[in-house]
């Protein structure tokens, strides 16, 4: 059975030539951590020629030559294949055929975002390649792990409190996690040690600013609740995004009250109807929701529709058309 590595832990794998990658998901962050440490560690071994060719551009003919011509200038070769996904027949052939006696100083680094195994030349790929998969995180403790191990890594160490704030104010994406944290390095400088209250300085983040503005909300707390809104438009946030934004939460809300209506514990709600909130946070979610009726939620998912349809057809400045939704939705009993 083919080798299933994690983005996570490829780190750990030392890539040698003549070993062939088939890279599979949609998180591009992790995909080029990945074709890095590929890249580096065989440019270390030998002189190597890298080639990026495309999924869809590339025909059968030209993929082929890339796989049987070497030049006099290298001693190896990498070829890295991207959006393999677009692959046609042919291509696809060609990549299967190149497998029945692949060369031992060339390696393939195949990428795409998914594959289809009724077609036995990529059932044919995916044995003779190391699987290394790249998905976007679903949960906190994803963005969690990833934090520990990138610590680590950078030879930093992180409070516990520290990690439960960044793990909590983040956004579920790696990308936006590694900005923040390159944020955090250069803020604690030669200390080496994360805080919570280095956290806290960074507080224009968007992902931060988000957890204010759903904790205003859900506290009822216009000034404030106004004041992250108007904070979000200012760091490039649409209206329609903000918006957005305000549905989700109160549709979790809904969806919480709803529930307990059914006499479901909150302990029952939490672990299996809250699980794309952020685990530190679903005891807030459900101390919010008793601040709202059932017959409130439902006014205010018709104000937001209204407040939807006035962003897309009205003239009026959408940050006041924001304001006044924030307010009759906090106004509701």
């Not at 040690?193 to 909300?217: P, V, Y």
Request: proline share 2%; aromatic share 8%; charged share 25%.
């Amino acid at each position: 059975m083919a080798q299933i590595i994690p983005a996570l832990e490829f780190e750990n794998h030392k890539p040698k030539l003549g070993q062939n990658y088939l890279i599979k998901g949609s998180d591009s962050y992790s995909i080029d951590k990945v074709l890095n440490q590929i890249k580096k560690s065989l440019s270390r071994k030998s002189d190597i020629d890298i080639s990026i060719v495309y999924g869809d551009e590339i025909k059968a003919a030209d993929l082929g030559e890339y796989l049987d011509t070497f030049t006099i200038f290298s001693s190896a070769k990498l070829i890295i294949i991207k959006n393999a996904e677009a692959f046609q027949k042919k291509e696809l052939e060609v990549i299967a055929a190149y497998f029945d006696s692949p060369s031992d100083i060339q390696s393939l680094a195949i990428v795409t975002q998914k594959l289809n195994k009724t077609f036995n030349t990529w059932k044919k790929i995916d044995a003779n390649c190391i699987t290394v998969t790249c998905d976007p995180p679903r949960y906190a403790s994803e963005i969690r792990n990833w934090l520990v191990t990138e610590v680590k890594r950078r030879g930093m160490i992180i409070a516990s409190q520290a990690l439960n704030e960044f793990t909590n104010r983040i956004e579920l994406d790696y990308a936006t996690a590694a900005n923040e944290l390159d944020k955090i390095e250069l803020l604690v400088g030669e200390r080496k040690q994360i805080t919570a209250k280095d956290l806290l300085s960074l507080g224009g983040s968007r992902a931060g600013t988000q957890i204010d503005f759903f904790r205003a909300m859900g506290k009822r707390q216009l000034q404030n609740a106004i004041q992250a809104a108007d904070l979000m438009l200012d760091t490039d946030w649409e209206p329609l995004q903000v918006l957005f934004s305000i549905n989700r939460f109160f549709c979790n809300l809904w969806r919480i009250q709803l529930l307990r209506n059914r006499h479901i514990t909150d302990s029952e709600i939490s672990n299996r109807y809250l699980t794309e909130i952020f685990i530190n946070q679903r005891r807030e979610y459900l101390e919010f929701a008793k601040n709202y009726s059932l017959s409130s939620l439902e006014k205010i998912m018709g104000l937001i529709l209204e407040t939807d349809y006035k962003l897309k057809s009205s003239n009026i400045d959408a940050r006041l058309v924001l304001n006044l939704c924030i307010i009759q939705v906090l106004g509701q009993k």
